[in-house]
């Protein structure tokens, strides 16, 4: 259970501090209307996930568990991958802009579609969260319960942070960045080495 809790929130932590258009879009809404307008799109996640989650699981369930820890292998290999880029980033000067967004989208359905139309939920679900919810099923209900409730409860929270700092501040410190992006590498790191290792044991005891 712990376990699912920790893939579940260190996943959606990592996921909120890496730059996205959904980041870039909260950005700009919240140094122009302020967070108050801006904080429902916190949410969008919740309402895009569901989904690219049900045709991720539909796909995963068509396949042999083998082909299912390959996934989970490739899932350890791209969190990595992220850490490295992650870390090249926090060593860099970070310079965002309050204009990131090309248009000013306002209601929570647009920053919806904003979230259907971005890679990163279809790669994430397909080589993270979707190997991690079907070996939570086979466990039992409340352990899947407590890898999306984490999974969730991180995101949405977190982007609900971020818009609270991103309108105070108009843009966040280059120190914050660094830091963020810091933090962000070192859990990709030791998501990615779980989820490899998890999946390597799988393939062998199979």
Do not use: K
């Not at 730059?19 to 209307?33: D, I, K, S, T």
């Not at 989970?72 to 992220?82: H, Q």
């Not at 609270?164 to 830091?179: E, H, K, T, W």
């Amino acid at each position: 259970m712990l376990e699912c809790i920790l893939l579940g929130g260190g996943f959606a932590f990592a996921a909120v501090v890496q730059p996205g258009p959904l980041q870039a879009f909260l950005l700009a809404r919240a140094a122009r209307e302020g967070w108050r307008r801006t904080l429902p799109a916190a949410l969008a996640p919740l309402l895009s996930d569901g989904p690219i989650a049900a045709l991720v699981l539909l796909v995963l369930g068509q396949l042999p568990a083998t082909g299912q820890q390959g996934l989970r292998l490739a899932g350890g290999v791209l969190l990595l991958y992220l850490a490295w880029a992650a870390r090249r980033e926090a060593r860099a000067a970070p310079a965002p802009s309050g204009n990131a967004a090309g248009s000013s989208p306002r209601t929570l359905l647009q920053a919806t579609t904003i979230n259907l139309l971005n890679p990163n939920p279809y790669i994430g679900w397909a080589l993270v969260m979707g190997p991690a919810a079907n070996a939570a099923w086979r466990l039992s209900a409340l352990h899947v319960a407590a890898l999306l409730g984490a999974f969730y409860g991180v995101m949405a929270v977190g982007l609900a942070a971020f818009i609270v700092l991103a309108s105070s501040a108009r843009r966040l410190p280059a120190r914050g960045q660094r830091a963020l992006a810091g933090a962000a590498a070192a859990v990709l790191a030791v998501l990615g080495v779980y989820q490899f290792v998890v999946g390597l044991r799988a393939l062998a005891a199979a």
